[in-house]
């Protein structure tokens, strides 16, 4: 039987790109018609190849070979549960196959099975303890799930073997920062540069710092980077978001717009977005989750008190929030955990889809949700609080299925200016969507149209926190936020600057520093170019923060 000759590693390859290829070579794909559809794959149509994989299979089910590659185009084609199936399957016929182990693992991180995943990895490095993919992963896994000591020893020890590859000093300036080590982070990032003088994303990491400042010279070679050739479309988009920042520090604004909107223009290239799917499912979830709805569920789901919701748009306080929050001797901070939206994607894939799918589970169904959620969190609770907060700001559109779920759990929702908190997202990279500044507007209005739908059929279910109010008077509004969750106020809540923790998001900096008012009308420098956000706000924007009759 002919095997596929695995692609070699050109001489200078990083020690990454040799353990890829070595991984590859242990198991070469054997068959011309599997080696046809490893080429299909190459050539990006995986519809064709699933299609040839199903008949392949179904001739030869217990061909391991064709079930990793069949995971593999499923994860594709955004099936990743189907493909974690055939991935357990395919290491049960055939154990030593580590490239399908290696990428069981990662499919498990990704779904927030992070145990899973830690044993795959532990059983892969028992085998080879050196391999620099594995350990990374195995660092990824720990830093998710709060192990950052640990995570930070293997991502400096993989920046010190490996001192020539801008993406191990990026992945370690990463965690510095996370810990609060800002200077150090911002030297890992400068090593980056130094390795590959186009690295946009260790430019931008650095322009996103508070505790930083691009300098002069570093603007004039991101400036020659982008005029210059061959330049990777990441590394472009990257730049422009880090001059945009550079130049807004000069208060150079004209031109850092112009920078903002040519990396957004490129962003959207890649990520699209569609504002009718947000529209759709904020008007599914208002038709659905009626008062009828809940008082006919009275009784069902957890009983655990554990979980506080920090949600909210991006851009708004919720990291500010939260780390008030996590000050309090009583509530553990544990990150933006992606828990609710698993749940919401499997229920998409039943009968009746999502939201609609909550119609026709029995109580005891929903109540198994809930009890399940408090155990698949646990992994993030370390210090034994009796309250943690998950402050994933997308759960805002999972709010109904929250409280059928978990019908005790306080939610928090943190409100800024719409201006400033559409500008915000705007000047920020964020990869999973990319609306335009009208598409921002739109995703404003929506959110305020959902949360006033929840306030007026669960009344008092929701606290909402105005970021300005608490920029404003920080301790009335820390106040308000303790007594609405039922705790005693704590003075540490408002030296929250002063709480260690790892923080994993971009603000990071900005909660490690006391409340500052320069954020709250900054928007304004930008005026003279937001026309399609404020036109698409609306009354949005002129009544905030009332909501207007019309999104009631």
């Known amino acids: ?7 070699t590693p050109p001489p200078d390859a990083d020690a990454f790109a040799r353990a890829a290829a070595e991984l590859d070579a242990r198991r070469p794909v054997r068959g011309r018609a599997l080696r046809e559809i490893v080429s299909i794959l190459a050539e990006g149509d995986t519809g064709r190849a699933a299609r ?24 594709r084609l955004g099936r990743r549960e189907e493909a974690l199936v055939l991935l357990a399957r395919c290491l049960e016929l055939a154990p030593d196959f580590a490239l399908a182990r290696f990428n069981h693992a990662n499919l498990l991180f990704k779904l927030g099975k992070f145990q899973a995943a830690l044993d795959e990895l532990e059983r892969l490095l028992a085998g080879d303890a050196g391999n620099p993919l594995f350990r990374q992963m195995k660092a990824d896994v720990l830093e998710s799930v709060g192990e950052s000591v640990q995570a930070l020893a293997i991502f400096k020890q993989l920046a010190d073997e490996n001192p020539g590859r801008a993406e191990s ?6 965690i510095l920062r996370a810990v609060g080590r800002q200077d150090e982070s911002v030297a890992a990032y400068r090593r980056a540069i130094a390795c590959r003088a186009s690295c946009g994303l260790a430019y931008w990491a650095i322009a996103n710092m508070k505790a930083a400042r691009i300098g002069d010279d570093e603007v004039r070679a991101m400036q020659a980077a982008l005029a210059g050739p061959g330049l990777a479309g990441t590394d472009r988009v990257y730049l422009g978001f880090a001059l945009g920042r550079a130049l807004e520090d000069r208060k150079l604004y004209a ?10 223009a490129a962003l959207r290239l890649g990520t699209g977005y569609d504002a009718e799917v947000t529209s759709r499912l904020v008007a599914q ?4 989750f009626t008062k009828d709805f809940f008082a006919v569920r009275e009784g069902a789901g957890s009983g655990r008190r554990d979980p506080i919701f920090v949600l909210s748009l991006p851009r708004s306080g919720s990291t500010l929030v939260e780390q008030i929050l996590a000050s309090h001797s009583m509530i553990e901070g544990a990150g933006e955990l992606d ?4 749940l919401a994607r499997r229920l998409r894939r039943e009968k009746g889809g999502y939201p609609g799918r909550l119609a026709a589970l029995e109580p005891a169904a929903l109540t198994a949700l809930g009890e399940a959620y ?6 993030h609770r370390k210090l034994g609080r009796p309250f943690f907060v998950d402050k994933k700001p997308a759960n805002l559109h999972h709010i109904g299925l929250i409280h059928a779920i978990l019908p005790h759990a306080k939610i928090v929702d943190v409100r800024r200016h719409p201006a400033a908190c559409c500008l915000s997202g705007f000047k920020n990279h964020f990869t999973t969507a990319r609306p335009n500044l009208a598409e921002f507007g739109r995703f404003y209005r929506d ?8 306030d007026s059929v669960l009344p008092g279910k929701i606290h909402r926190v105005i970021y300005e109010d608490l920029v404003a008077d920080p301790q009335r509004e820390t106040r308000r936020l303790l007594d609405y969750l039922g705790l005693p106020f704590e003075e540490s809540c408002l030296r929250f600057y002063d709480t260690r923790r790892t923080v994993l998001t971009p603000s990071s900096e900005q909660v490690r520093r006391p409340i500052s008012s320069e954020a709250v009308d900054h928007w304004r420098n930008y005026e003279p170019w937001l026309g399609p956000l404020i036109a698409s706000l609306g009354t949005a924007l002129t009544c905030y923060p009332a909501v207007p009759a019309e999104l009631r």
């Open 1 to 7: 039987m002919t095997r596929h000759k695995p692609a």
């Open 52 to 75: 040839e994989l199903d008949a392949h299979l179904a001739a030869h089910p217990g061909d391991a070979d064709a079930m990793s590659l069949m995971a593999r185009a499923q994860v």
């Open 169 to 174: 000093w990026i992945n370690y300036g990463h």
């Open 255 to 264: 031109g850092s717009f112009e920078h903002y909107a040519k990396a957004n």
């Open 285 to 288: 979830s208002r038709a659905l």
């Open 339 to 342: 828990d609710i939206q698993a």
């Open 374 to 379: 408090i155990e698949n969190t646990r992994v």
């Open 447 to 454: 959110y305020v149209a959902l949360l006033a739908h929840f």
